[in-house]
């Protein structure tokens, strides 16, 4: 049973360029969650997606970055014009359906260097 | 606004040496405490959810307890494998189900 898949581990831009992380839940799996982990700091919520819709996107930064989770494929959190206060380490975690009471399966996290 | 405060910052245990790492949490309605365990480069792995005071929870060497302020990490007799950073994390009563992370323990275990 797979678990929460991400890509890519790393990924390298260069200041201006877009960085385009992708992840694919735990088979059955229709919740999906964005965090942001800086070095010496915690994971810091993003963003809260069901298939097709945005739930809670109060810890997405107002400008450059967007997700999406479409009915068919990964969810994708699309960061433009990065600036080298965007390099971190992105983690998706995925729950299942109608899930609010249990716990939330992290996949490995794709390490984004903005040079 | 929800905060979640785990202390100390960093332990350093010798093999054998039990300790405790510590999580306080300020939240509206608490519906369930998370310790983490996540090992460099790698994301973080669940280990326990406690959802009531009162409650205690063991997985091998480790035990998790809740009260209506703080939870509790103990770990008895450690060893080097046992070395991580410990997450602990809050779910509260509010309409979505995100989870709010303290920044974490690192815990070094010297054989």
């Known amino acids: 049973n797979a678990g929460v898949m991400q890509n890519p581990r790393h990924l390298v831009r260069r200041r201006g360029q877009e960085a385009r992380l992708r992840c694919s839940p735990m088979?059955?799996?229709?919740?999906v969650y964005w965090y942001r982990q800086l070095p010496e700091e915690g994971l810091k919520f993003m963003v809260y997606?069901?298939?097709?819709?945005?739930?809670?996107e109060s810890g997405m930064p107002k400008e450059r970055f967007s997700a999406e989770f479409p009915k068919e494929g990964p969810s994708i959190l699309r960061i433009q014009q990065v600036v080298r206060g965007d390099s971190a380490a992105y983690f998706c975690?995925?729950?299942?359906?109608?899930?609010?009471?249990?716990?939330?399966?992290f996949g490995e996290g794709s390490r984004l260097t903005v040079l | 606004e929800d905060q979640v405060t785990q202390s100390p910052e960093a332990l350093r245990l010798q093999e054998g040496e039990s300790s405790s790492l510590n999580c306080s949490y300020t939240v509206s309605g608490l519906r369930g405490l998370f310790w983490y365990r996540q090992d460099p480069g790698k994301g973080p792995e669940f280990l326990f959810t406690l959802y009531s005071a009162g409650e205690e929870k063991e997985k091998e060497r480790l035990k998790a307890t809740l009260t209506k302020k703080e939870s509790f990490l103990h770990i008895t007799a450690p060893k080097p494998e046992d070395s991580a950073t410990y997450l602990c994390?809050?779910?509260?009563?509010?309409?979505?189900?995100?989870?709010?992370f303290g920044k974490g323990i690192t815990l070094s275990v010297r054989p």
């Open positions: 088979k059955g799996h229709s919740h």
């Open positions: 994390a809050v779910r509260t009563t509010g309409a979505n189900s995100k989870l709010t």
């Open positions: 975690a995925s729950s299942p359906l109608a899930q609010n009471t249990g716990e939330l399966f």
């Open positions: 997606l069901q298939k097709e819709n945005i739930i809670d």
